[in-house]
């Protein structure tokens, strides 16, 4: 009986650590597979283009004042390519820009109206001519998608 118990306590053993080992083993691929799905670019270079163009209207923790998105949220429901299309190209100045004088001055004319809070922003301005959001805007996405699962807490992140 004793040998028996012993052998049955052998094999149970046998059992744990096979079970332990399929576990580590099966983890590294689970790893690769969360890198791979992180989003491509650099938190760090994100949150500067999100801190030098984003956070006066959005707010340093990108959750935004009343009248403006919560980004945290939007980016929780979108992928890195509609991210890319309604920053760079969805929205639209309403001003015409023979108003003042061209596009710039229409641009210029309709900020310093919501700073001397004259009008209020309705409309969030394309970024697409932007040469440092545009260059740096799967960075920006890396950024807020960091923020909007919790891998990133609010303000400067580690190099």
């Known amino acids: 009986m004793g040998r028996v118990r012993s052998v049955t306590l052998a094999a149970a053993l046998l059992g744990v650590l096979a079970g332990c080992a399929v576990e580590v083993a099966n983890r590294r691929p689970a790893q690769q597979l969360a890198r791979e799905q992180r989003p491509s670019g650099s938190?760090?270079?994100?949150?500067?283009?999100?801190?030098?163009?984003?956070?006066?209207?959005?707010?340093?923790?990108?959750?935004?004042?009343?009248?403006?998105?919560?980004?945290?949220?939007?980016?929780?429901?979108?992928?890195?390519?509609?991210?890319?299309n309604l920053v760079l190209t969805r929205y639209d100045w309403s001003m015409p820009a023979a108003e003042s004088g061209g596009e710039d001055a229409a641009r210029q004319a309709?900020?310093?109206?919501?700073?001397?809070?004259?009008?209020?922003?309705?409309?969030?301005p394309a970024w697409q001519d932007e040469p440092s959001v545009n260059a740096h805007i799967l960075d920006l996405y890396a950024y807020l998608a960091a923020r909007a699962?919790?891998?990133?807490?609010?303000?400067?992140?580690?190099?």
């Open 149 to 159: 699962d919790g891998a990133q807490g609010p303000g400067r992140p580690a190099r």
């Open 43 to 84: 938190i760090y270079a994100g949150w500067r283009v999100y801190d030098d163009r984003c956070a006066r209207c959005h707010g340093v923790d990108a959750q935004g004042p009343a009248k403006v998105p919560d980004l945290l949220d939007r980016v929780r429901e979108m992928g890195s390519r509609r991210f890319v």
């Open 110 to 124: 309709l900020v310093e109206d919501i700073l001397q809070r004259r009008e209020t922003a309705i409309a969030m």
